[in-house]
């Protein structure tokens, strides 16, 4: 079973509004990671937030940690049609004492943003 | 520095045939691992090599099987082809040490007919 999983599945916002999207993962991580795909290409990565973190910015995103309930949040501010896409959580997870991680993924976000 | 990338970007298969996807990770990632996205799901861990060796191991049958090169590029094989194994193929790259970034490539669409 998928380890992330995001929260709404579709989200439908005006531009100028902020996007707000939920991660819960269900054991131990190395750290989590954000991603955006637009139309089923590639995977481009936002930001990463390691376990020993709390919050995180970047430009219009900001991304919250709270290991003890086992989920992030994902905020996009002043959203523009352009962030229109798909976002994927995924956890880094340790595998069998290896210190390289896998990442396991959600079934994403659908993000629309409406002129 | 380029990023990630595969080839082909599609492809057309028939059930029972074998497919081999190509990678090429960025320059200076040791690290490559391989991912499914079946339409409307999250990509799936397939496998994950460093130093040319598997590292890492997902839920898939032994149909498939992966290899990584002495320059770290990396193939993934699929034998015996199923209408299910239609999906879009990621490949990402990494750097050494663990809690890294990893970034994807393009990735290749794979049609079973």
């Known amino acids: 079973s998928q380890q992330g999983e995001e929260d709404p599945q579709a989200l439908s916002i005006q531009e100028g509004e902020n996007a707000t999207m939920n991660c819960s993962y269900k054991?131990?991580?190395?750290?989590l990671q954000w991603y955006r795909q637009n139309s089923g290409r590639g995977l481009v990565h936002l930001i990463l937030?390691?376990?020993?973190?709390r919050e995180k910015h970047s430009g219009r995103l900001r991304v919250t940690l709270d290991t003890s309930k086992k989920s992030s949040s994902l905020l996009i501010t002043a959203s523009r049609a352009a962030d229109t896409a798909s976002y994927f959580c995924?956890?880094?997870?340790?595998?069998?004492?290896?210190?390289?991680?896998?990442?396991?993924f959600g079934r994403g976000t659908q993000l629309t943003v409406w002129p | 520095d380029a990023g990630v990338t595969q080839s082909p970007t599609h492809l057309i298969k028939t059930r029972g045939q074998q497919v081999t996807l190509r990678c090429s990770p960025i320059?200076?990632?040791?690290?490559v691992s391989w991912y499914q996205q079946v339409l409307g799901q999250g990509p799936q861990f397939i496998f994950q090599?460093?130093?040319?060796?598997?590292?890492g191991r997902g839920n898939f049958p032994d149909r498939f099987s992966a290899r990584q090169f002495p320059n770290y590029s990396s193939e993934l094989n699929v034998n015996a082809l199923l209408l299910g194994d239609s999906a879009l193929y990621l490949c990402?790259?990494?750097?050494?040490?663990?809690?890294?970034?990893?970034?994807f490539g393009p990735g290749t669409r794979l049609l079973v007919l």
């Open positions: 054991t131990s991580i190395n750290n």
């Open positions: 937030i390691r376990s020993n973190e």
């Open positions: 090599y460093y130093e040319k060796e598997e590292r």
């Open positions: 320059s200076g990632h040791k690290s």
């Open positions: 990402a790259s990494s750097r050494t040490s663990d809690q890294e970034t990893q970034y």
């Open positions: 995924a956890t880094d997870v340790p595998d069998r004492g290896s210190t390289l991680g896998r990442l396991y």
